[in-house]
Structure formats: structure tokens, C-alpha cells
């Protein structure tokens, strides 16, 4: 099978390719063509281990680039499309670049897909299309309402990629995932922002009351969802991908400041972040019962591995952290 992956130099989109390559899902015979602009958060460096594989081919480039895409595009099978701008932060301060990239970046590699056959879409998204949801869990039926301009760009590429599906037969397939965490991810996201903080001596931020929820979901199981997605899952289809582990931001806090071996002195309240949604949940039953999904990764043995690869990598995040200083 003829694999494009868009966005996989970024955190997700690289740990994929990684495991992709390196038999996680079977004995091989795929080819993988990575498009990424290599943006701020993407890096190459995470694809430095499958560099040299022969079946890895990398291609520079902007998924709103009509006329690239459409070469690229040409001679795969399916399209595995993580492609994003994705921090909240970075959408309420400016949301332009976040429509251009998610809305009109996913239709032009729909139209893309559409002219050439392409056999599946996989599009990746994000619990955060729901909105915000004070008891329960949201199943794929839930209606969207998003509440950043970042989830509203989501959920209108959700909506573009579903409606190729319908009106074009384009087998398109949508995954929705809780918050990853893992080695690579961008330190900007709370879990490395914190961890890289704490190891430099720094405080660390957190917003309002601390009692924001989310669902934590380690980058082996998204990715591992993603897959069996991409293989079994139906087209026209929504699949929730989850960890089933739902903390507030302050237990998680604890957790981050017990692994690097901090106390609460290193913790800096902040205003908080404008519409900031106060729970994320997920109902995960659907891809357990139709795909077999199931998530493997502890939180506790996770988060510890995590916070050991920051440990271990500093020449990875310390130029990025320096370069993108804000």
C-alpha cells in the first residue's frame, strides 16, 4: 500500500510513520511519503530513525499548495492526514492561519484525492469539535460546538471531509482523539512545556482554578487507533479514540511535579485561557467494538516514560524551546 502521511515530521504524524515503518503493523510492503511544510512544530528530527529507510520519501511543502498536492497526491493509495495548526493559544491570538491550514489545506487534498482514486481518506481531529461537557461522555453522534477558533477550524474540516464522502462517494474516514502526550511532542503543550520547565529550574503555568478535565491519550494509542481506522474502519464513519484516563489539570500538575522531583512553589497560577472548556470525554465504545481498539499505555508508566525521553533529549527540545521563545 501506497501511504501519504501529510504532517509527519509533526508529533503524532511522525510517531506514526515511525511505527509504520517499523513493523507495528505488520511485516511490511508499504510506502510512506511524508508532505510537511515543516512549520515552527514540525522538525525533521523526528524523523531521523526512518530517514534512510527505503521505503520513506519526504516532500517539503504546503498542503494549501494546489498544484504540489496534486502531484503528490498522484500514485498513492490512501492519505493518512494529520496534517494542522493546532494550539489553542495560537488561535485566539490569530485565527487566519489556522483556517487556511485546517479548512482549505483539508479541501485541497480532498479534491486532490477525488481526481485521483484515491482508495481511503483518513482524516485526523479532535475531541475538542464536541465543545465542552460537564457530565457524560460524547459519543460520534454528538453534535459539534466548538468554542475556539482552533476547534472551529476542526470541525469544519471534519464537516468538509464527511461531505466529500456523501456527495462524491470519497471513502473517507474521521478519527477523534483525546489529548496525546509522549516523547517528540512540541513544548508548547502542557505536558512538555511543564516537564522542559521544571528540568530548567522554571515555573510552571497554570490556568485559573486548575480544574479543567481532559482525557490523556499516549501516541502509541492514538496512532494504533489511527491504524486500525485506516484498515478496518467503515467509510463515511466518526471513531472516537480515547485513554480512558481523565484528570484535572492540577492532578496532572502534581504528577508532572512529583517526576521531576518539584514541589507546588514551582507553580504559577495564570489568568485564565478565554473560553477555555472546562471538560473533555470521551466515549470510546464504538472503535472498541467495531475495530477491537483498546488502549494500552498506562498513564502512570506513560507520563514517567515521557518525562524520562525529555530528561534524555535536551538537544531536541532545548534549540526549539530557544528558537520559538514567546
Same mark, same amino acid.
Given at each position: 500500500?501506497?501511504?501519504?502521511?501529510?504532517?509527519?515530521? &509533526?508529533?503524532?504524524?511522525?510517531?506514526?510513520?515511525?511505527?509504520?515503518? &517499523?513493523?507495528?503493523?505488520?511485516?511490511?510492503?508499504?510506502?510512506?511519503?511524508?508532505?510537511?511544510?515543516?512549520?515552527?512544530?514540525?522538525?525533521?528530527?523526528?524523523?531521523?530513525?526512518?530517514?534512510?529507510?527505503?521505503?520513506?520519501?519526504?516532500?517539503?511543502?504546503?498542503?494549501?499548495?494546489?498544484?504540489?498536492?496534486?502531484?503528490?497526491?498522484?500514485?498513492?493509495?490512501?492519505?493518512?492526514?494529520?496534517?494542522?495548526?493546532?494550539?489553542?493559544?495560537?488561535?485566539?491570538?490569530?485565527?487566519?492561519?489556522?483556517?487556511?491550514?485546517?479548512?482549505?489545506?483539508?479541501?485541497?487534498?480532498?479534491?486532490?484525492?477525488?481526481?485521483?482514486?484515491?482508495?481511503?481518506?483518513?482524516?485526523?481531529?479532535?475531541?475538542?469539535?464536541?465543545?465542552?461537557?460537564?457530565?457524560?461522555?460524547?459519543?460520534?453522534?454528538?453534535?459539534?460546538?466548538?468554542?475556539?477558533?482552533?476547534?472551529?477550524?476542526?470541525?469544519?474540516?471534519?464537516?468538509?471531509?464527511?461531505?466529500?464522502?456523501?456527495?462524491?462517494?470519497?471513502?473517507?474516514?474521521?478519527?477523534?482523539?483525546?489529548?496525546?502526550?509522549?516523547?517528540?511532542?512540541?513544548?508548547?503543550?502542557?505536558?512538555?512545556?511543564?516537564?522542559?520547565?521544571?528540568?530548567?529550574?522554571?515555573?510552571?503555568?497554570?490556568?485559573?482554578?486548575?480544574?479543567?478535565?481532559?482525557?490523556?491519550?499516549?501516541?502509541?494509542?492514538?496512532?494504533?487507533?489511527?491504524?486500525?481506522?485506516?484498515?478496518?474502519?467503515?467509510?463515511?464513519?466518526?471513531?472516537?479514540?480515547?485513554?480512558?484516563?481523565?484528570?484535572?489539570?492540577?492532578?496532572?500538575?502534581?504528577?508532572?511535579?512529583?517526576?521531576?522531583?518539584?514541589?507546588?512553589?514551582?507553580?504559577?497560577?495564570?489568568?485564565?485561557?478565554?473560553?477555555?472548556?472546562?471538560?473533555?470525554?470521551?466515549?470510546?465504545?464504538?472503535?472498541?467494538?467495531?475495530?477491537?481498539?483498546?488502549?494500552?499505555?498506562?498513564?502512570?508508566?506513560?507520563?514517567?516514560?515521557?518525562?524520562?525521553?525529555?530528561?534524555?533529549?535536551?538537544?531536541?527540545?532545548?534549540?526549539?524551546?530557544?528558537?520559538?521563545?514567546?
Amino acid at each position: 500500500m501506497r501511504i501519504l502521511v501529510t504532517g509527519g515530521a &509533526g508529533f503524532i504524524g511522525s510517531n506514526y510513520v515511525r511505527r509504520l515503518l &517499523g513493523g507495528a503493523y505488520g511485516a511490511g510492503g508499504d510506502t510512506v511519503t511524508v508532505l510537511d511544510k515543516l512549520t515552527y512544530s514540525g522538525n525533521l528530527a523526528n524523523l531521523t530513525g526512518v530517514a534512510d529507510h527505503p521505503a520513506y520519501t519526504f516532500v517539503q511543502g504546503d498542503i494549501c499548495d494546489a498544484d504540489l498536492v496534486d502531484e503528490v497526491v498522484a500514485g498513492h493509495d490512501v492519505v493518512v492526514h494529520f496534517a494542522a495548526e493546532t494550539h489553542v493559544d495560537r488561535s485566539i491570538e490569530g485565527s487566519a492561519e489556522f483556517v487556511k491550514t485546517n479548512v482549505v489545506g483539508t479541501l485541497t487534498l480532498l479534491d486532490a484525492a477525488l481526481r485521483h482514486g484515491i482508495d481511503r481518506f483518513l482524516h485526523v481531529s479532535t475531541d475538542e469539535v464536541y465543545g465542552s461537557i460537564e457530565e457524560g461522555s460524547w459519543t460520534e453522534e454528538w453534535p459539534l460546538a466548538p468554542r475556539s477558533p482552533y476547534s472551529a477550524s476542526k470541525a469544519s474540516s471534519d464537516l468538509l471531509a464527511l461531505a466529500y464522502h456523501r456527495t462524491h462517494a470519497l471513502d473517507v474516514v474521521v478519527t477523534r482523539c483525546s489529548n496525546n502526550y509522549g516523547p517528540h511532542q512540541f513544548p508548547e503543550k502542557v505536558i512538555p512545556l511543564f516537564v522542559t520547565n521544571l528540568l530548567d529550574g522554571k515555573k510552571v503555568p497554570l490556568y485559573g482554578d486548575g480544574l479543567n478535565i481532559r482525557d490523556w491519550l499516549h501516541v502509541d494509542d492514538h496512532c494504533d487507533g489511527i491504524h486500525l481506522a485506516l484498515s478496518k474502519g467503515r467509510a463515511g464513519e466518526v471513531y472516537n479514540i480515547g485513554g480512558g484516563t481523565e484528570l484535572t489539570n492540577k492532578e496532572l500538575t502534581g504528577m508532572l511535579l512529583e517526576a521531576c522531583g518539584a514541589d507546588w512553589g514551582m507553580v504559577q497560577p495564570v489568568a485564565d485561557r478565554k473560553g477555555h472548556d472546562r471538560r473533555y470525554s470521551l466515549d470510546i465504545t464504538k472503535i472498541q467494538r467495531e475495530l477491537g481498539y483498546e488502549p494500552a499505555v498506562g498513564l502512570a508508566s506513560g507520563l514517567a516514560a515521557t518525562v524520562n525521553w525529555y530528561k534524555e533529549n535536551r538537544a531536541w527540545w532545548e534549540p526549539l524551546k530557544a528558537a520559538n521563545a514567546r
